[in-house]
């Protein structure tokens, strides 16, 4: 069964941190290009953040370099999104995405085949 589970969001204030965690399945994990996109009340999902299965490519949105950090511990099974600085327009529904095989852009969501539900993530000014 392939299972991806969001956790760590929250209510916090502008300028703190948070760090999202995905736990993904084997079968979801294994190979996969990972990524995080976010949609926020009213507004369509967004990219933020993809990583190789290695580890050692990353892709950032314009909107969070500088301050988030994507990786990922391979051993686990899980990936991470490091938020650091943020502010209110980070307000946004988190959610965890796996490719399957190669795909032509990371930053779009047609290109991951699974996702998890979400985490809420809300940074009050």
């Known amino acids: 069964q392939v299972q991806l589970v969001e956790s760590g969001g929250g209510l916090v204030q502008a300028g703190d941190s948070l760090t999202l965690s995905c736990a993904a399945s084997e079968r979801a994990f294994s190979n996969s290009a990972m990524a995080w996109f976010r949609q926020a009340p009213g507004k369509e999902r967004e990219f933020v953040a993809a990583?190789?299965?290695?580890?050692?490519?990353?892709i950032l949105a314009d909107s969070v370099k500088g301050r988030f950090t994507i990786s990922r511990d391979n051993a686990k099974n899980t990936v991470y999104l490091q938020m650091n600085s943020l502010k209110p327009e980070d307000t946004a529904v988190y959610y965890c995405?796996?490719?399957?095989?190669?795909?032509?852009?990371?930053?779009?969501?047609?290109?991951?085949?699974?996702w998890g539900k979400g985490t809420q993530v809300t940074v009050s000014s």
């Open positions: 995405a796996a490719a399957v095989g190669l795909r032509s852009d990371y930053r779009l969501a047609v290109s991951y085949a699974y």
């Open positions: 990583i190789a299965w290695s580890g050692f490519v990353t």
